[in-house]
């Protein structure tokens, strides 16, 4: 019986050495694996943390830009609503430049009216003081012919008479209908004349067959203010 027993004890002493065993090499391989575990954990805990780190990065990135991109639009809104203005204003500049080239072009038509009609009026002026230096040259012909001559005999000369056709005021000059058809000549004396009284003498500086260019005898700023164009002008040969 005590054998018995101390076999029965032997086998489970041997049993619970194997089973102590067992246990050990378990108990290594749950520490071993808890070890990898808190390792993986470690390592997976690590890419969270790193993952946060980006994803708040990130976050800072997106409102960084959020802002950028807040100012860009207002940026681009005020420099939208300066270009309408200088839109405006440009338009506004067009449309006065439009009328301006419009009043100009009126102008400029006007002007080209009152050329024309002073180029008209200068052509009839000259056309009249053709005839007239054709006329007055007549007139003056007959009274140098010898019939008219010897009727003047007693007074011992001849009074031609002439008009103020032009003056030129820069050149202190007057332009007369008497040349050299009717004797007239470079320092011949001219005497104007205004409802029958003089007004002021003249001395021929040259002269064409029907007319001449004279200057006042005197100086002085009255003379132009006493003679106007179609005084009558004598010339005494």
């Known amino acids: 019986m005590v054998r ?17 065993f067992f246990n050990r090499d378990k108990v290594t391989r749950i520490t071993e694996d808890l070890a990898a575990a808190v390792d993986h954990t470690k390592q997976t805990q690590a890419k969270v943390d790193d993952l946060q780190k980006k994803l708040q990065q990130m ?3 997106i409102e960084t830009q959020g802002r950028s991109n807040e100012q860009q639009r207002d940026a681009w809104n005020s420099e939208l609503t ?7 204003q440009l338009t506004d500049q067009v449309a006065a430049r439009d009328n ?21 009026a200068e052509d009839d002026r000259q ?7 054709g006329v007055e040259d007549t007139l003056n012909q007959l009274r140098m012919n010898p019939a ?5 005999k007693s007074k011992g000369a001849v009074t031609l008479e002439g008009t103020v056709l032009s003056m030129n005021r820069d050149a202190q000059a007057l332009m007369i209908s008497l040349g050299s058809s009717v004797g007239v000549s470079t320092n011949s004396n001219l005497t104007v004349q205004k409802n029958g009284q003089m007004v002021g003498q003249l001395r021929v500086v040259s002269v064409d067959k029907n007319s001449c ?9 009255e003379n132009f203010a006493r003679v106007s164009v179609g005084d009558p002008v004598t010339f005494t040969r």
């Open 4 to 20: 018995f027993l101390l076999i029965v004890a032997m086998l489970c002493a041997i049993g619970a050495a194997g089973l102590g």
């Open 59 to 61: 976050g800072q990135q």
């Open 82 to 88: 300066s270009t309408k203005t200088k839109l405006a």
């Open 100 to 120: 301006e080239n419009k009043q100009l072009a009126n102008e400029l038509a006007d002007a080209r009216r009152d050329l024309e009609q002073k180029k008209q």
């Open 127 to 133: 056309a009249l003081a053709v005839r007239l230096i």
């Open 148 to 152: 008219s001559a010897a009727k003047n």
């Open 213 to 221: 260019v004279a200057q006042f005898v005197s100086n002085g700023p």
